[in-house]
């Protein structure tokens, strides 16, 4: 089943959620390798904002859905139930509310929103867990990865290996390394 990893994100729920770039699927095991799920179709391309065209990341909410960012390809967000079905998409090319130039990784936040990293646009994109959006953050360098610790500080990797840390009011708490 693995063909073209890109990004893996391992939830509370102890499952592993592969996306698989280049044959545009996320794939869902066990910890154990067990294959449990497949969303998308293997090999086949999502067409007019459909789900997947290259995916960058996948990640689990704490109510079951799966938040997918399809960035590579095409610059969308798509939400599936529990059970892979499609709930919505959203999002188109820009700089604009609700616009990406590269959807790279979302996670959610204990608030309960999602963030969004929109690489190529320098910021994070905030939204509710339906997909409304809500907010950006700007004070951010083109990112990669988040990670948000027990004590809801968000750990940003930003480009040329700076790391950002900041609050879930999306204050720069501090910054090191590359700038």
Known sequence: HIKSPHTNWIGTDKL??????NNNTVE???LDGSHVQTIGRSG????????FNRPTWAVRAPWGDLYVSD?????????FTAKGEIVRSWGTTGSGPCQFGLPH???VDPRGRLLVIDRDNARIELF???GDYIDEWTDVK???DLVIDDHGIIHL????????????DGHVLGRWGEQ
């Not at 592993?16 to 770039?21: F, G, K, V």
């Not at 086949?44 to 789900?51: C, K, L, Q, R, V």
């Not at 960035?71 to 939400?79: E, P």
């Not at 990797?157 to 879930?168: F, N, Q, S, T």
């Open 157 to 168: 990797a930003e480009a040329e290996g700076a790391v950002a840390l900041i609050d879930l």
């Open 44 to 51: 086949e391309t999502g067409s007019n904002g459909a789900p």
């Open 142 to 144: 083109a990112a990669n």
């Open 16 to 21: 592993a959620n592969l996306t698989q770039q």
């Open 105 to 107: 990784c979302v996670k």
């Open 128 to 130: 509710s867990k339906e």
């Open 71 to 79: 960035g590579y390809g095409q610059q969308r967000m798509h939400r």
């Open 28 to 30: 869902i095991f066990q």
